[in-house]
């Protein structure tokens, strides 16, 4: 008797499948000739190799110290976002030549006192030095406050 009412759910699951596959008879059909080509290109292949080796990667991909270098990473970036670009795309574009420039010409006598004094005194060494004071400075602890 068990027997017989448990043939009789699995008839009317199967009746209620092949109804629903009668609606959706043309979508089933696509599904399938989007699989045959997936497995035709090699495509299913390789998600089913991915899957299969997903857990041993996830793992490996999650261990605390990869975790700990994109965090990293992503603090790096994040301040490099905060940076005016402009300068550094001038840096990028024109130094090159100039330093190629220079070193083209090659120095045949010592730097003099004046000449670094010169040097010392231009713009561009007094913005660099204030870039880079300005940096140290913001890497200071914090002072309590008093």
Do not use: C, I
């Given at each position: 008797?068990?027997?017989?009412?448990?043939?009789?759910?699995d008839?009317?699951?199967?009746?209620?499948?092949?109804?629903?596959?009668?609606?959706?008879?043309?979508?089933?059909?696509?599904?399938?000739?989007?699989?045959?080509?997936?497995?035709?290109?090699?495509l299913?292949?390789?998600?089913e190799?991915?899957?299969?080796?997903?857990?041993?990667?996830?793992?490996?991909?999650?261990?605390?110290?990869?975790?700990?270098?994109?965090?990293?990473?992503?603090?790096?970036?994040?301040a490099?976002?905060?940076?005016?670009?402009?300068?550094?795309?001038?840096?990028?574009?024109?130094?090159?030549?100039?330093?190629?420039?220079?070193?083209?010409?090659?120095?045949?006598?010592?730097?003099?006192?004046?000449?670094?004094?010169?040097?010392?005194?231009?713009?561009?060494?007094?913005?660099?030095l204030?870039?880079?004071?300005?940096?140290?400075?913001?890497?200071?602890?914090?002072?309590?406050?008093?």
């Amino acid at each position: 008797m068990a027997e017989v009412r448990e043939r009789q759910v699995d008839r009317e699951a199967l009746d209620r499948l092949a109804a629903k596959l009668a609606e959706r008879a043309d979508a089933v059909e696509q599904l399938l000739d989007v699989l045959g080509r997936l497995q035709a290109s090699g495509l299913l292949a390789a998600v089913e190799g991915v899957l299969e080796e997903f857990d041993e990667q996830f793992s490996a991909a999650t261990r605390p110290e990869l975790m700990t270098l994109v965090a990293n990473l992503m603090m790096v970036l994040g301040a490099l976002g905060q940076v005016r670009y402009e300068p550094l795309f001038r840096l990028a574009l024109y130094a090159a030549q100039a330093a190629n420039e220079k070193l083209g010409q090659p120095r045949t006598r010592p730097l003099s006192l004046g000449e670094v004094w010169r040097m010392l005194r231009s713009p561009e060494v007094a913005q660099l030095l204030e870039v880079v004071l300005a940096a140290l400075r913001a890497m200071r602890p914090p002072q309590p406050s008093r």
